[in-house]
């Protein structure tokens, strides 16, 4: 099935989920180059007195990017909101996803992502404010609800269609919820029942067999992939080919290493030396953890690089070692460990987080 956001339709149904301190520049490239259909930016504030810092600049970088290019912005303001939007579409914004699904109490000083939805009516104010300011597609990323007496889900999913909202994607779990337990899927099942713009399912889908499983089971247009990417984003191509075929095509050794060379490479070209050996450190990490045996005493060894070029060259000896022991065999998630809670939070710590906010985000969104 071709899922279409406005004049884009778009080649997979497996979507990168926006997440702040990873799905910067570089990795959505990459992601999008291994298949998927979509993928957002990091949410950018929409006080866009703050836009000349260092890390909201990077966050409206979008060159080179494949179309369509997806800003996700987040603020609780309708007007400040709108003329966000309308700044970012004169930036190059292809369409502009609003954020109520981040957990977070407080988005510069102000509450917003998922603490709006107990506000319905405040909702609808924003939703028609940045629809009508901007000629590009407005997409939504919301949770089920604030808590599990308020889970509103659906009466959000109806606002954001009579809004104009072209697409929603669902995380299933409350904002009580934050990361814990597992992800429902009924309350999707039922927003996908009762509006007719296209839903992405999210939460906890973590394999082709999964995606395949939330599809069928919600009805969804396609499935938002966010944690189960890190470190292997190889998993668009994966899902995309099993939900088109059945088909189970897994990477060879050598090409795995080759698209993390790639990828570090494209950081180091975007953060700088200094910078893109700290970003750097957390994709090794997980890296290492999905593919190697043994990770632990590797990833020590690769934290201690302190330049691009030691950093690149022991990533290379240790995975063309890897590659010559492990040719052949399938590469797709090796660790679940790495989407757990505390394994994000620990790569952070290690890595030194990102940009100040992200390891917050980490805990938080
Ligand atoms: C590190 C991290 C950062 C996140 N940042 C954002 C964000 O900026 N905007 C947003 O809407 N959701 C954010 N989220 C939530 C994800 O988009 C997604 O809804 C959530 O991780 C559930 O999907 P998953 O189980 O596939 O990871 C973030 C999640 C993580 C783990």
Request: glycine share 10%; with cysteine; hydrophobic share 40%.
């Amino acid at each position: 099935m071709t899922i279409r956001i406005g004049p884009y339709r778009l080649t997979s149904q497996a979507v990168l989920a926006p997440m702040a301190g990873v799905t910067d520049r570089p990795f959505r490239v990459l992601c999008r180059r291994l298949g998927a259909g979509l993928a957002a930016s990091e949410m950018l504030t929409c006080d866009t007195q703050l836009w000349h810092t260092p890390k909201s600049r990077r966050r409206l970088d979008h060159a080179g990017e494949p179309e369509p290019r997806v800003v996700q912005l987040a603020g609780s303001e309708p007007l400040v909101l709108a003329e966000a939007a309308r700044m970012s579409v004169e930036r190059g914004a292809q369409i502009i996803d609003l954020n109520m699904g981040c957990p977070a109490k407080k988005v510069c000083g102000k509450l917003c992502g998922s603490a709006l939805l107990r506000d319905e009516a405040l909702v609808a104010r924003i939703l028609a404010a940045v629809v009508q300011a901007v000629a590009v597609p407005v997409t939504l990323k919301i949770r089920t609800g604030w808590d599990h007496d308020r889970r509103n889900g659906v009466q959000i999913a109806r606002i954001a269609e009579h809004c104009g909202i072209q697409a929603l994607a669902v995380h299933g779990r409350t904002r009580a919820d934050f990361y814990q337990g597992e992800a429902e899927y009924q309350t999707i099942r039922e927003i996908k029942n009762t509006v007719r713009i296209p839903v992405f399912a999210n939460g906890d889908i973590r394999t082709p067999a999964d995606a395949r499983k939330v599809i069928d089971f919600t009805g969804a247009d396609g499935v938002m992939i966010g944690r189960a990417s890190f470190g292997q984003p190889w998993i668009f191509r994966a899902i995309d080919s099993f939900l088109k075929t059945r088909a189970d095509e897994p990477l060879s050794g050598a090409e795995v290493r080759d698209i993390i060379i790639a990828h570090l490479d494209s950081l180091y070209g975007f953060y700088g030396e200094e910078t893109g050996v700290r970003i750097a450190r957390k994709h090794i990490g997980w890296y290492c953890e999905r593919c190697l045996p043994d990770p632990e005493p590797v990833r020590a060894d690769l934290m201690s690089a302190t330049s691009t070029a030691s950093q690149l060259a022991g990533v290379s000896r240790y995975f063309d070692a890897w590659v010559g022991r492990e040719s052949g065999k399938p590469v797709l998630g090796k660790s679940a460990r790495v989407e757990s809670g505390a394994g994000i939070a620990q790569e952070n710590a290690r890595s030194g987080g990102v940009a100040g906010h992200d390891t917050g985000a980490v805990r938080a969104a």
